[in-house]
């Protein structure tokens, strides 16, 4: 196996969701949100963990996610959060999720896909309270899709369900509002006589910084993996997440650049003075933000090490004039801990412009995961 | 306001109580409500179980059965549209069901003749001085009040900004024998 790997600590996820649950009311279930190959860190494997960690719903963002779930043998019922095409009704169908709808045309496409199989299919209804993006809108809505829905017999609707926009900031008044039309949207369905089991609105930020946003479900996502939804969450935090991932690699050979030479593409870093410098095999096809070129560091035995030149596909260099004891094959930390020192995912996000979550979940499939207790 | 707005409002505003002032205002209208005479005399009692904003009824239910009575919580049967007692002997019989409100096993329920209760502890999200009752608009209660004895007492509980001069009322609405909230009894005048 390649040195550039991200090891994945399955005991931190375990405690960061015990951790995440202290903080819920008693008879809240838990969801771990697993989308985007669980924003990185592998969801087969994630989605095992999260059953044994005591997750009771596991949350996708596409039915094409939930199908392979499924097919590696997960039983815990699985959310699709996001909207699904006519085509993709039948998958959620045939793999048993549970399918999210925000509209009455995908409410039509599962129920005709429902009968199509003579099999029923679970959903839960999205509704928009301030995200802008997918669910019913208006009350209006809600009263004619409640109309609709007492003819389709396809559809077990079991759930509604809307999503924070906000909720990670210290401003609290727009998940305020959010929260106030969520259950004047819950009233118009109560009085229609439709009665649900599942009723969820908290996100991690959700979780984190309010106390009524929990209902009867939380979907976690981000804070299991070990980070808080921004900088205020984390300053106000009740409880500790680490992050699970330590993505690593090792110097594959060192050089000695002398002064006023260049290293790397366009030339972008010249050595003021002779420089040691390690070339790393990660690039930014492995997901490694070319962004951080020039910017960014590493660790090397316990130390900072900073990344000089153009970051490029496959390899980067650093500058390890500091390190004496760093030679070939020593071990590096792109995103991690090492010795007392650390650099984390919200580290590098802040260094370009981005967030912990997208850093996350561009490291590629060239990177293999591989998993400790 | 009509019932639809009332809702809301009522909501919305049950909701604004910080959890700790609703947590204190539930223990004063339970302690009072143990100490009525209908509460005293009532052998199996039917109460809710709490969830969310509501009048908080978890602790009451096991001082209950510390007193020796019986106690049956509402079991909904949404496809047809009723509502059973059913008892139990502990909380932890009961698990989530509709809308996370704790049940008792939907596939073995221990249903309890309604006509053997004698005191029925009713929630409800507004109710005025005439005893009359706001719910959320399914009609389980409407449904399931006249089931019981004529001689069984029927109280509705919340807390005092929930309760307003005169509801909205119709032909089909069942008012309660008695309202209760953290400040006022309100015992309804019966035509004998």
């Known amino acids: 196996m390649r040195k550039t790997r991200a090891i994945i600590r399955l005991s931190q996820f375990e405690e960061n969701i015990k951790q995440l649950k202290s903080l819920t009311k008693p008879n809240t279930a838990f969801m771990v949100v697993v989308k985007a190959n669980a924003y990185g860190h592998g969801s087969l494997k994630i989605a095992e963990q999260a059953a044994k960690a005591g997750a009771s719903w596991l949350g996708v963002a596409l039915p094409e996610e939930g199908a392979e779930l499924r097919e590696s043998g997960v039983q815990l019922p699985i959310l699709v959060l996001g909207d699904a095409s006519q085509e993709q009704c039948k998958i959620a169908l045939q793999h048993n999720l549970t399918q999210c709808v925000p509209s009455i045309g995908t409410a039509r496409y599962l129920n005709e896909a429902a009968r199509k199989y003579g099999k ?96 009867n479900l939380v979907r976690c996502g981000i804070s299991t993996y070990g980070y808080y939804p921004s900088n205020f969450v984390k300053d106000n935090a009740k409880i500790e997440l680490s992050p699970i991932m330590q993505w690593e690699s090792c110097i594959s050979s060192v050089r000695v650049i002398n002064s006023g030479e260049s290293v790397s593409y366009g030339c972008t870093y010249t050595a003021k003075g002779d420089r040691r410098v390690a070339v790393l095999p990660v690039g930014y096809a492995d997901g490694y933000p070319r962004r951080l070129s020039n910017k960014a560091f590493v660790l090397v035995c316990g130390k900072k090490a900073p990344i000089i030149g153009r970051v490029c596909m496959d390899q980067m260099m650093i500058d390890i004039t500091d390190i004496p004891d760093a030679s070939a094959d020593s071990s590096v930390v792109l995103m991690g801990e090492q010795k007392s020192e650390k650099i984390t995912a919200d580290d590098l996000s802040d260094l370009c412009d981005t967030i912990s979550y997208e850093i996350l979940t561009s490291i590629s499939e060239r990177v293999p995961r591989v998993y400790q207790d | 306001m009509n019932k639809s707005e009332l809702r809301k409002h009522m909501v919305n505003m049950r909701s604004r109580i910080p959890a700790k002032i609703r947590t204190e205002k539930s223990q004063i209208i339970m302690k009072k409500l143990r100490s009525l005479q209908a509460y005293k005399e009532a052998k199996l009692i039917l109460v809710y179980v709490s969830i969310r904003s509501e009048v908080e009824t978890h602790s009451f239910i096991n001082e209950a059965f510390e007193d020796g009575k019986r106690i049956a919580v509402p079991l909904t049967i949404s496809k047809a549209k009723v509502l059973l007692p059913c008892e139990i002997s502990s909380l932890d019989e009961l698990t989530p069901g509709t809308w996370g409100i704790l049940e008792p096993d939907k596939n073995n329920i221990p249903e309890v003749d309604s006509k053997g209760i004698d005191l029925a502890v009713v929630p409800g999200l507004a109710f005025d001085s005439h005893c009359n009752r706001l719910g959320f608009g399914a009609g389980y209660y409407d449904r399931f009040l006249p089931s019981l004895r004529k001689s069984a007492a029927t109280i509705g509980i919340c807390f005092d900004e929930q309760l307003v001069e005169q509801l909205p009322v119709e032909s089909f609405d069942v008012p309660l024998d008695s309202v209760l909230s953290n400040l006022r009894l309100i015992q309804a005048e019966r035509i004998d």
Do not use: C, P
């Open chain 1, 120 to 215: 029923k299919v679970k959903a839960h209804l999205k509704l928009d309270t301030g995200m802008g993006r997918i669910g019913l809108r208006r009350i209006e809505e809600i009263k004619s899709f409640v109309n609709e829905l007492s003819s389709m017999d396809g559809i077990e609707l079991e759930g509604v369900f809307t999503h924070l926009a906000a909720a990670d900031e210290a401003d609290t008044s727009f998940t305020r509002k959010q929260i106030k039309k969520f259950d004047d949207m819950l009233l118009v369905i109560k009085e229609r006589g439709i009665r649900l089991r599942w009723v969820h609105a908290a996100n991690s930020a959700g979780v984190l910084q309010y106390q009524d946003a929990d209902y």
